[in-house]
């Protein structure tokens, strides 16, 4: 059987880890005994541990998938937008099958729902036949498999965080916080380290609402060919059946008798500059 | 806009305002309203991938977390890029200064991989093609083609 949950789903800033744990169901009891809890009750200190025990045990198994901040923004700022629970979903996924793929042979799965868990488990069965999915909230307390699967995202997620190699080459601290939005810290980093062209180095989510929310207010303003795109094509309808206006001063050559070669290459001549 | 209302332009290449060495330009797609100086080189840092389309390799960044491909065009033969800054005088002159030189630019593409099809490299097809179509022909040319 397998457990899956994930860490930093909601930070503004830092990685997005999903983890997993495995054993075979007929050690159950033996999981059971152990002090495996959800991640978010525990203290940093005790997870360390607790995943050097996991890492150590050999009836168990563990595998993570970190997705970087940078990965996130990319696809949730697409022209085709992918969202969050997407992302989770196909992670999730993507750790069944390395499983799978490993020889693991897989009978139960348990996760930690995100969003509709009818849903989720829907896409998982569909992915997995055969296998016995449970999708269910708060799956990280319940099942001990989710839990080690907890610790071992929470442990990589905030180890990833607290050594974090910045690709840019900025001078800002490391004093991040949670990296929820709420959190002081985080808020303090946040407002200290913002540029106004660029916003902030790639460990900082842009799909976020708080980061746009600053590049916004402080930032300078960038506007998209992908977004000025979608603004047009409601324009382009409204627009349809006008009567078009004579070509009267040939300054620029873009009239109707302008060559397919140019326009083709959306050259034309200029005169004004 | 009618002819006779056409604003006047110059265009000055005085030398002496340029500076020195050459520019790494970049043509991303947006609008940064803002014409002052960037800390470019400290945030927008392009890495090369593995993938090669069209002869070319495609470059990799991202800006505002959204992800760029990059392909760099060379200048055509022949030509010269110039970054150039419009000077807005009271009356409806402009001058246009050449302040730096560029020999290479990265043009980028928000989701899509860069191609030779794309309408930059495109377009630039017609500096080798101007050549050609402006290249004064003598008579013994056109009696050659007579023949």
Known sequence: MLGIDEAGRGPVLGDMVYGSAFCRVADKEYLAQQKYADSKTLTEDKRERLFELLKADD??????????????????????????????????????????????????????????????????????????????????????????????????????????????????????????????????????????????????????????????????????????????????????????????????????????????????????? | MDCAEARRSHIQFSTDKLTEGKLQTHLVPCAIKSNGVAPISQYFRPEATDQVIDGKTVLHAALRGRELNGARLGVPDGYNGYVMRSSQPASSETTWTAESQFEELTYWLHDVVPTASDLLPRALEWAELAKEAHAPISAADVEAMME
């Not at chain 1, 992908?226 to 009267?248: M, Y």
């Open chain 1, 59 to 273: 009836k168990m198994g563990w595998n993570v998938d970190v997705i970087t901040p940078a990965t996130l923004s990319a696809k949730m700022l697409r022209k085709t937008k992918e969202s969050l629970n997407k992302n989770s979903h196909e992670s999730a996924a993507g750790l069944v099958q390395t499983a799978i793929d490993a020889g693991v042979n897989i009978c139960e799965i348990y996760v930690d729902t995100v969003g509709d868990p009818g849903r989720y488990q829907e896409i998982l069965e569909k992915k997995f036949p055969g296998v016995r999915c449970t999708v269910a909230p708060k799956a990280d307390s319940l099942y001990p498999i989710v839990s080690a699967a907890s610790i071992a995202a929470k442990v990589t997620r905030d180890f990833n965080l607290k050594n974090w190699c910045f690709k840019e080459s900025v001078k800002a601290s490391k004093q991040f916080g949670s990296g929820y939005p709420g959190d002081p810290d985080t808020k303090s980093w946040l407002e200290d380290n913002f540029e106004p062209h660029f916003g902030y180095p790639n460990i900082v989510r842009f799909s976020w609402a708080t980061t746009k929310k600053i590049c916004d207010e402080r930032g300078i303003d960038v506007e998209w060919e992908a977004d000025v795109e979608d603004d047009l094509k409601g324009v382009a309808t409204l627009n349809f059946g006008k009567k078009r206006s004579l070509p009267v001063a040939q300054t620029k050559s873009s009239g109707v008798n302008r060559h397919p070669y140019f326009k083709s290459r959306k050259l034309q001549r200029g005169v004004d500059f």
